[in-house]
């Protein structure tokens, strides 16, 4: 997915997203990984999706991004390392984020609108 569609599909969300998460984790260099494991009681071998995390073979879970401002975190200092910023919430549960001199981001949660900043300072970065 492109990077300006992975944004839109953020800020369209009225809730975190399982889906967002995996869109973000491939964009962070997750690998996807399909082994057939074990069989069913049929005899046939049954399908199973690993994840494989960027940093070497290891499998891992890919993180709740959307949900978790530590994981939205992660995405921060993967895509724009250095840059400060600021994230705050709404009575709501609804939250808005800050990176730099990047545009206030706001969004359904706190860690959406952190993935946003995010990914908007990358978005800046690669078109500079």
Do not use: N
């Not at 964009?27 to 199973?48: A, I, M, S, T």
């Not at 919430?89 to 609108?113: F, H, K, N, S, V």
């Amino acid at each position: 997915m492109a990077l300006s569609d992975l944004i839109k599909q953020i800020e369209g969300a009225t809730a975190p997203g399982r889906d967002i998460d995996v869109e973000i984790a491939l964009l962070l260099g997750w690998r996807r990984k399909v082994e057939y494991v074990k069989q069913d009681e049929h005899g046939e071998p049954v399908r199973k999706v690993f994840w494989v995390v960027p940093t070497g073979g290891d499998y891992g879970k890919v993180p709740r991004y959307t949900s978790s401002v530590d994981a939205a975190m992660t995405v921060v200092q993967e895509v724009a390392p250095g840059i400060i910023g600021g994230v705050s919430w709404e009575e709501d549960g609804r939250g808005a984020a800050i990176l730099g001199d990047g545009p206030y981001c706001q969004a359904a949660t706190p860690a959406m609108a952190l993935c946003i900043a995010a990914l908007k300072a990358k978005q800046t970065r690669d078109d500079s």
